[in-house]
């Protein structure tokens, strides 16, 4: 089990609200800790930080020095700490600020946020995004008008400089914020580690079934994990754990590539890590590499425009059909086939509003495609994925329904020699993640189409042939890395 305090600037001063068994002094926190034998401390610095190298400052330094899990972060108070932040536009204000502000005839807005919350309704919204960005117990934000909101400042706070108004606010955010860690009793077991599993209930092609969800979780827990599924909306949570597994379809400009990324920054074993989500959902990207490093592939070209002249270069180099992708699609979506120049022009045309380039690729029909499922650069499983019935793609994104193939899920030893190689050979581009490679054969002759950093792993799909030791070997790596870190 965890311990947890909070570390204040001075005790000498009365501060009713806060659990007293819970609050220290950062002289205490200086000199008692860490305590031997306490492997899993959380920290929550309400020093004063907007000083650098001030008592606040290091307690978060100390903090990470000594292993233990501390918001705000020294990243976090870094960031906070540079100028360009005051030039940061603000997007997806709430319409209702500017009624606030008296349609911008006030000069600026400040306001608290605690925890992610604040007390104007009309600010909620903001106040989530900007502790997403900058996890930190207090911070004091000011709004500017210039034609347009942007964000003026955003500091930290110390909890001393809150007058009584704003301690009340504070406590009860405080108290939801804290309440799973302290006051939530826990049922499991002492565990080794804490994994967080990034999920989305919403999403509607999800990466993993609620039943292979669960047998994850049964993994983890069997090498020393505890498992908690967290959402969105647990960002700055990520302290908390030693491990994030992410099992939402990834993107760039998600966030999930955010979840990621500052997993990585605050020390934790991430799958997918931020490379890899950078490298696979761009196919521009392994498009390059895979020229570059010999990974045969169908005939390709990066399209960057539709003139008639680029039109012509197409016909010539690809007849018809072809294929034309945007570079960050899944699940088969943003993937159309032309089979005449109408509609060349017309689906390039509409791809390249979205994207400044498109990928243009030779159509090689098969029946199915191959998925090799890659961990740490070994085969984990194999499928062979067919394409939906009456159409040339493993899925049917229909009007009112995705349609699908079926599948057949085989032991990796029975894969053609060149498809392991070729999937193999291309994952090592990528990093020693978890990957899902996927193939074409026709004849002798393989095609890798693409690297998947976050692969489908579905209860009775991925895991057939080989059961529960597909997710004992995923969560046995996320052990294996943690134990070389010394964790």
């Known amino acids: 089990m965890s311990s947890i305090y909070l570390i204040l600037d001075d005790l000498s001063i009365s501060h009713p609200g806060l659990p007293a068994d819970a609050v220290i002094s950062f002289d205490t926190y200086l000199k008692e800790h860490p305590i031997k034998g306490q492997k899993k401390t959380r920290i ?7 000083r650098y190298l001030s008592k606040g400052y290091y307690c978060s330094l100390l903090a990470e020095a ?12 870094n960031d906070l700490g540079s100028q ?17 502000s008296g349609e911008g005839d006030c000069a600026d ?20 995004k900007l502790f ?19 964000v003026q400042s955003v ?11 704003e301690s009340g606010h504070f406590l009860d955010a405080l108290e939801k914020f804290t309440q799973s860690l302290w006051r939530k009793p826990r049922q499991h077991k002492a565990s080794r580690w804490d994994m967080a599993i990034l999920v989305n209930p919403t999403e509607k092609l999800p990466p993993s079934d609620e039943k292979a969800l669960r047998r994850m979780e049964k993994a983890a827990t069997k090498v020393g994990f505890h498992v908690e599924f967290i959402g969105p909306a647990d960002y700055a949570r990520l302290s908390e754990f030693d491990a994030l597994f992410i099992r939402e379809t990834t993107g760039i400009d998600h966030h999930t590539y955010h979840f990621s990324r500052k997993a990585e920054i605050e020390g934790l074993v991430v799958m997918d890590d931020p490379t890899s989500i950078l490298r696979c959902c761009n196919k521009v990207f392994l498009q390059d590499a895979f020229t570059y490093s010999g990974v045969p592939t169908p005939k390709t070209r990066i399209v960057s425009n539709n003139a008639p002249d680029d039109l012509d270069a197409l016909e010539a180099c690809f007849g018809y059909p072809l294929v034309l992708k945007i570079p960050n699609g899944s699940f088969s979506v943003g993937v159309s086939r032309a089979e005449n120049r109408q509609q060349l022009a017309s689906v390039l045309g509409d791809l390249l509003a979205k994207s400044a380039l498109v990928i243009a690729q030779e159509f090689l029909y098969t029946d199915y495609d191959w998925r090799i499922g890659v ?18 793609q493993i899925y049917d994104h229909g009007d009112d329904r995705i349609g699908s193939g079926g599948f057949e899920t085989l032991p990796t030893y029975e894969v053609p020699r060149s498809v392991l190689n070729a999937a193999l050979k291309a994952a090592r581009i990528i990093g020693d ?19 998947n950093d976050n692969p489908s792993l579905e209860q009775g799909v991925e895991d057939k042939f080989i059961g529960d030791e597909l997710y004992m070997q995923i969560m046995s790596e996320f052990a294996r890395r943690l134990e070389n870190r010394g964790r």
Request: charged content about 25%; hydrophobic content about 40%; some cysteine.
């Open 44 to 50: 929550i610095n309400l020093c004063n930080t907007d």
């Open 66 to 77: 000594r292993g233990h899990k501390v918001l705000p972060s020294v990243n976090t108070l």
């Open 84 to 100: 360009q932040l005051y030039l940061l536009q603000v997007d997806g204000l709430p319409v209702q600020l500017k009624k606030l």
């Open 109 to 128: 807005i400040r306001f608290k946020i605690y925890f992610g919350k604040t007390e104007n309704p009309e600010l909620k919204l903001l106040a989530r």
């Open 132 to 150: 997403e960005r900058f996890p930190c117990p207090i911070l004091e934000v000011a709004l500017l008008w210039q034609g347009s909101w942007q």
């Open 155 to 165: 500091d930290p706070s110390g909890f001393e400089e809150l007058n009584e108004a």
């Open 375 to 392: 961990l740490n650069n070994r085969p984990l499983y194999a499928c062979r994925y067919f394409m939906a019935k009456d159409h040339w």
């Open 433 to 451: 993640g978890l990957y899902g490679v996927d193939i074409k054969q026709q004849g002798s002759k393989v095609y890798v189409i693409e690297i």
